[in-house]
């Protein structure tokens, strides 16, 4: 058990939490490849999907999670507009938990939230992702499923290219990666890549040529088209034709290497079809293990006695 | 009323005054200052036999004596930055609220800024704040005009009719104007009142959306960051255009070791030009805001440890000559929210005294410096009688018990904005009495 009530951030944890995880995901894993994909483990408990900002696939990752641990699930969105109209942040999720909901996941477009919340809470609190900080569960698929397809992290190079100053999935990952013992390599523009980021034992480069030679995995980012507005690259045709995963880049990674996009793609842009589909996308794999990771968050938190 | 100090040990850099002594307080106005074992005292040296007299028989009995031994006694601190809220935000802060506040922090004497509702932009505004002051407030209110209509950057306001009506010194804050022109025209108008312009630095196009220092704490919380440079390059025009105008400029909150480094150079130079830092900008790093407290939210952000030591160091070297609190009261509700929506503030009235005393401890400051920068600067800087103990003033009294120990509780704050970082620190220094315009208030 994590002795845990929250997960916040892949900050907060160590690399045997981490690993704990993974491991615990390992079993759910294989629950999920039965025929009865269900598991009493969790029966009578509720799980409330607070989410602030939409967001269809983690909703529905954690949702079946939950149900395939046997809990109750409620999906309570609320969009941003109308708690800035009413309600309060903590209103709203003191309502939830008098519902009684024994678990919350909240995804919110502002940062600190869930730790806001997680203080005022009885309720266990888990991160579906905030502003521009975390998204610790998917941070736990990625590793699960590059720790699945290679065995281990430890020692392998890492690229992740695109806009890491944005990407909450971009910070977990390296914190996670980090911790687990892997090279972290940071591609994309000068933009979209904070200067004091290369204090975090990362490298950052510039040209995803340099950054890709060699690498063990190659994960892409999902590119905002709102980034464009405000002068972080002049156009997506520019950000693709620089930083885009094509067949030419990914032929300088290691032959093995797998590719990752934490979804939803922007085909063409960050990543284009023959890589997206081709032999070393382990894209759709990742979908299916975040539900085993979800289970295994929600059921290493179960245990928390305060 | 008369009231009688005695033998505290009295500091007034106004006079120079630096050692034991009493104070005579009769009519609401200082009568007389006596010190003993120092070569300072006033000119009141004749009359103090016929007081002697006076004082005799029956009239003694009317006196208040208070016994101010092992007690420091200051005049009365003058805030040159506070926000008051009211008219318009009376939830977060009134000007009897904010006074009160004020007096309990050993301020006797506050200039607030015109970000109320309606913007203090037009005498019939400033004649309201006045008025309030006088029935509600207890002590000084002296407000500071908006310089623009609306604080919008467009249009002057009527910063001759609002200083005929009270305000002493005019300023945008919190809405910096950005138009370099305007900024110049306020400068140069300014000068035929000769009033000071306080300048909000922070380039808005480059702080755009930000919440905390820009660093890697904010990369590493996901909250969008304010670069040192939004501050610096606002200071470094406010420089040239002070230069080019022969304008009064006056740099509020200054916390970024580079603006620091630009007003040196600036008085170097000789450009008329004066700067103010707060509490919270030599006390905390961008470390209180990690766990997105946002009672650490405040703007300009808390910067780093590498700054705190610049503003130290600017002010021991008299580059900033005043500390003043930014006093920003905000309701519990508004700050107990996502931190990027919260509002940015921290009520400061009544922690400023124990955490600018830590200068002393530290020895930045002599204690007589830091009394200084918080009675006789802002006052000079703002063409103000205040901030003395000289004889005829009005009696502006602080008397401070040097080792108190007490911890900081914000529900114990007389002002109606709990929003502090510095809940549950331990700080030495409180007001045990507070004369404002000679009325005695016990703590
Ligand atoms: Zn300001």
Known sequence: MLNKKDLLGIKELSAEEITLILDTAGGFRDVLGRDIKKVPTLRGKTTVNLFFEPSTRTRTSFELAAKRLSTDVINFSVPTSSVVKGESLIDTALTVQALGADFIIIRHSSSGVPHLLAKKLRASVINAGDGINEHPTQALLDAFTIREKKGTIKGLHIAIVGDIAHSRVAKSNIYSLIKLGARVRLIGPPTLIPAEIADMNVKVFHKIEEGLKGADVLMTLRIQMERQDKGFFPSTEEYSKNWGLTPDRVALAKEDAIVMHPGPMNRGIEIVSEIADGPRSVILEQVTNGIAVRMAVMYLLSGYRR | MKILITQGHIIDPSQGIDGTGDIYIEGGKIKEIRVRNREQRTEGKEQRGKSKERRSGEEAREIQTIDARGLTVFPGFVDMHVHLREPGFEYKETIRTGTLAAIKGGFTTVCCMPNTN?????????EFIMRKAAQEGYCAVLPIGAITKGQKGRELAEIGTMKHEGCIAFSDDGQPVMNSLMMRRALEYSKAFNVPVISHCEDLTLSEGGVMNEGLISVTRGLRGIPAEAEMIMVFRD?????????????????????VDLVRYAKKRGIQVTAETCPHYFSLTEKAVEAYDANAKVNPPLRTERDIEAIKRGLQDGTIEVIATDHAPHHADEKLREFDQAPSGISGLETALGLSL????????TLPQLIEKMTLNPSKIMGIRAGTLNRGSDADIVIVDREKEYTVSPEQFASKGKNTPFSGWELRGLPVFTLSRGKLHEW
């Open chain 2, 118 to 126: 309606p913007v203090n932009d037009h005498a019939s505004v400033t």
């Open chain 2, 239 to 259: 420089i040239l255009l002070a230069e080019l105008t022969g304008g009064k400029l006056h740099i509020a909150h200054v916390s970024t070791e580079g603006s």
């Open chain 2, 358 to 365: 830590r200068l002393v401890d530290e020895k930045v400051l």
